[in-house]
C-alpha cells in the first residue's frame, strides 16, 4: 500500500537570473511501514524531494499525494494541519526549541494537537524512554550531546503517530558511533510503530540500513533498489 | 506551555530585555512623577486662586460674575447662609460686597475694586489676612479702616496709617464717598489682584454703597475640591427657596475663574505632547528589540511551521512575550515611580523665587506632587497600550514567513 505517491514533480528555482531545476520529472511510490533512503550527492534534489513531500514547498508542476490526501495547491494553513497530523520532521541540525526541556520539545506537537496535558506527559516520557533519554526529560538541548538532542528530535517526530516521517540527513551532524546509535533507534521505531521512514543522505552508514534504495542526480531517480 | 515558552524566551537574552524593561520603566517613572508633579501644582494653584479670591462656591445673583452691576444683589444673604450650613461638606461662609471706586491718596488717584468683608468670617475662608506685609489685617468693630493690595499701595504711594480717599457709586446711584485709614497692606502673591484689590469691613460698604443690607456673594469653602460638585448641586437645588427679585445661582470656583483653567488646560497640554513624544522614543527603542527577537530566531519560527504550528500561534507568542516585557517594565515603573513622588511628596522641591504664570496665582516656594490612582497608573497604560501596538508588527511580520525560506535564514 502507498503512503506517498510523487506523479511526474518538477521544480525550478529562480537564482539570481537563472532557472535553477532541482528536480525533472521525478515519479515515486513509497509503501507504507517502509525505511526508505533517496541518497544521491550535495545538489541532486534530495533535501527539495522530501520538502515537497513534507508539504513545505510546492511543486512547479505534478502532484503529490500523500496518506489519500493530494497534497500539491493546498493553502499553507491546511499544509500546516497536514504537517501536524500525518508527518514528523527530523532535521540535520536537531531543530529542538532551546528554551524547551527535552520532555517539553517532544510534547509541544501534542499540545498543538489538543492532547490533555496528563497524556502529553506520558506519552513524551515513554517515547523518550524509547529512544534511550531515561531520566533526562528536564533537560534543556543545550545541555545534552548532539546525539541525544537527535534523539529528542526523533521522539519529537514519532510521538504523534505521524503516516511517515522525514528526516533530512540526520546523522550528518553526529560521529559514526552515534550516528549508528541513532539509525537503530528509527529502526527499531520502525518496526515497532510501524512508522514510515524516508531519509535524505550521502551517507554510507545510512543507506546500508535502508530497506529501499533511491539514487538521485542532478534532480532525476537514476537507480531504484528494494533490498 | 506556550505562556512558559514565551517568558522563557523573554529571558533568552537577559541583557537586552533588562535594557528594554528599564526603557519602559524609566518611561513609566518619569510619566508617574511628572503628571503628578503637574496635579499637585494645579492643586496649589487652585488652593491659592480659591483661598485668596473666590472661595470653592459663590451664591451671586444671575449673570453678576460676568457683569458685576451694583443692583445685581443678594437681598437676602443670611437666608443664604442658613442654606449653606445644612449643607454637607460646606465647611465655612461669609458675604461679600464689592464695587469699583477712585481711590485717590494725597498725590495720587487709582481705580480699585472695593470689598467688603467680614473679617472674623473672612480668615476662615480667606488667605488675605495671612498675607499682610505692613500693618494688621481687618478687624470687627472696625469702620473706615482698608487693607490696601501691595502694588496698589506703592502706585498710590500710601503706607499704614495714611488717608484714602474713596469715590464710586452706590447701589441706589447715588454717590458713594468716604475716607478711609489704612491699616494694612497684603500681598497676595497675585499681582493682577493686588495691583487693584482694597477691602474694608461689610457694614461700613454697606452703609457708604447704600447696600441696604445686601451683599453681591455668599462665598463658601468645601472641604476637599472633589466635595465642590455635590455641594454645589445641593445648593442649587436650595436656591429658588429664598426670596430674591433677581433669580440667584450658585457657580463654583472653576465657572469664576475661567482663566486659570485655560492656564491649566494649555498647561497639561503641552506636556501631554511631551509625554507623547517621549512614549513614542520609548515606543520605537522597544520595536527594535522586538524586532531583533524576531529576526534572530526566524530559523526557529521555521522549524516551529514545519512541524505544524500556524502563524498565528506564533503571533500569539510573540505578543505574550511583548506582554511579559512591557509589563515588567510597567510594574518596574509604577514601583519606582510612586516611591519617588511619595518621596518628593515628603521632602518637597523648592522652586526658589516664584515666576510668571506661578507667581500670578500665589504659589508657594515649595511645591509637591500629589500622587493619585490617575497620575500612577494613566501614564503606564498609555505606555503599555502604544508598546503592545509597536509589538504587533514584529508579531504580525511572522505570518509572512514560509518554513522552508525560515529554516535557511542564520
Known amino acids: 500500500m502507498s503512503i506517498v505517491h510523487i506523479d511526474n514533480v518538477t521544480k525550478t528555482y529562480r537564482q539570481g537570473k537563472v532557472d535553477v531545476h532541482a528536480l525533472s520529472g521525478i515519479s515515486l511510490d513509497i509503501s507504507k511501514g517502509g525505511f526508505t533512503v533517496l541518497a544521491g550527492p550535495s545538489g541532486s534534489g534530495k533535501t527539495t524531494l522530501l520538502n515537497l513531500m513534507g508539504g513545505l514547498d510546492n511543486p512547479t508542476s505534478g502532484s503529490i499525494t500523500l496518506d489519500g490526501e493530494v497534497i500539491t495547491g493546498l493553502s499553507q494553513s491546511r499544509l500546516a494541519d497536514m504537517r501536524l497530523e500525518k508527518i514528523g520532521f527530523v532535521f540535520q541540525a536537531y531543530n529542538l526549541i532551546p528554551v524547551l526541556s527535552a520532555q517539553e520539545n517532544v510534547e509541544y506537537v501534542m499540545l498543538m494537537q489538543g492532547v490533555p496535558a496528563k497524556e502529553r506527559s506520558e506519552r513524551a516520557r515513554a517515547v523518550l524512554d524509547d529512544v534511550g533519554l531515561e531520566g533526562k526529560y528536564s533537560r534543556r538541548p543545550a545541555e545534552l550531546s548532539g546525539g541525544q538532542q537527535q534523539r529528542v528530535a526523533v521522539a519529537r517526530a514519532i510521538v504523534s503517530h505521524p503516516s511517515i516521517v522525514l528526516a533530512d540527513e540526520p546523522t550528518a551532524n553526529l560521529d559514526s558511533k552515534t550516528g549508528q546509535g541513532l539509525l537503530e533507534i528509527m529502526c527499531e521505531m520502525n518496526e515497532k510503530r510501524n512508522a514510515t521512514f524516508i531519509f535524505s543522505t550521502h551517507d554510507q552508514m545510512v543507506m546500508d540500513y535502508a530497506k529501499r534504495l533511491v539514487h538521485l542526480k542532478d534532480g532525476r531517480i537514476v537507480d531504484d533498489e528494494t533490498r | ?410
Open chain 2, 1 to 410: 506551555m506556550e505562556i512558559l515558552m514565551a517568558w522563557r524566551n523573554v529571558w533568552r537574552n537577559p541583557r537586552r530585555s533588562v535594557l528594554t524593561i528599564l526603557a519602559i520603566a524609566f518611561a513609566c517613572l518619569l510619566l508617574i512623577f511628572m503628571l503628578s508633579f503637574q496635579f499637585g501644582m494645579y492643586e496649589v494653584m487652585i488652593n491659592a486662586a480659591v483661598k485668596v479670591q473666590t472661595g470653592h462656591l459663590q451664591v451671586i445673583a444671575k449673570d453678576y460674575d460676568k457683569d458685576m452691576k451694583m443692583r445685581w444683589v443678594v437681598e437676602d444673604p443670611q437666608a443664604v447662609g442658613d442654606l449653606m450650613l445644612a449643607v454637607p461638606h460646606i465647611t465655612a461662609h461669609t458675604f461679600r460686597a464689592n464695587g469699583f471706586a477712585l481711590l485717590s491718596s494725597r498725590d495720587r488717584t487709582y481705580g480699585g475694586m472695593v470689598t467688603g468683608v467680614l473679617p472674623a468670617r473672612e480668615r476662615e475662608i480667606s488667605s488675605t489676612a495671612s498675607t499682610i506685609r505692613q500693618g494688621a489685617y481687618l478687624e470687627p468693630g472696625d469702620t473706615n479702616q482698608a487693607v490696601v493690595g501691595s502694588l496698589l499701595a506703592k502706585n498710590l504711594h500710601i503706607s499704614v496709617g495714611d488717608e484714602l480717599v474713596l469715590l464710586g457709586n452706590a447701589r441706589d446711584g447715588s454717590i458713594a464717598a468716604t475716607v478711609l485709614n489704612v491699616k494694612g497692606v497684603f500681598s497676595s502673591g497675585m499681582d493682577e489682584y493686588d495691583r487693584s484689590a482694597i477691602q474694608i469691613p461689610l457694614p461700613y460698604f454697606q452703609e457708604v454703597f447704600a447696600m441696604r443690607g445686601a451683599v453681591h456673594q455668599v462665598v463658601a469653602v468645601c472641604d476637599s475640591l472633589t466635595a465642590v460638585g455635590p455641594a454645589q448641586s445641593t445648593v442649587t437645588g436650595n436656591l429658588p427657596k429664598v426670596k430674591s427679585k433677581r433669580n440667584l445661582e450658585c457657580k463654583s470656583w472653576d465657572e469664576l475663574l475661567p482663566g486659570l483653567i485655560q492656564s491649566i488646560q494649555m498647561d497639561l497640554g503641552g506636556g501631554i505632547i511631551f509625554y507623547l513624544i517621549l512614549i513614542v522614543v520609548v515606543a520605537f527603542s522597544i520595536m527594535n528589540t522586538f524586532l531583533m527577537a524576531v529576526f534572530e530566531r526566524t530559523h526557529e519560527f521555521g522549524t516551529l511551521m514545519a512541524i505544524g504550528a500556524k502563524p498565528a500561534r506564533l503571533t500569539k507568542m510573540l505578543l505574550y512575550e511583548s506582554a511579559f516585557l512591557t509589563s515588567c517594565g510597567i510594574i518596574l515603573g509604577i514601583a519606582a515611580g510612586c516611591a519617588l513622588t511619595i518621596y518628593v511628596e515628603s521632602t518637597g522641591i523648592t522652586l526658589g523665587e516664584a515666576q510668571g504664570m506661578l507667581r500670578q496665582y500665589g504659589i508657594p516656594n515649595v511645591m509637591r506632587p500629589e500622587l493619585s490612582w490617575l497620575t500612577a497608573v494613566t501614564g503606564p497604560f498609555v505606555v503599555f497600550f502604544i508598546t503592545m501596538l509597536t509589538a504587533l508588527y514584529p508579531a504580525f511580520k511572522v505570518r509572512k514567513l514560509k518554513p522552508v525560506e525560515a529554516m535557511h535564514a542564520i
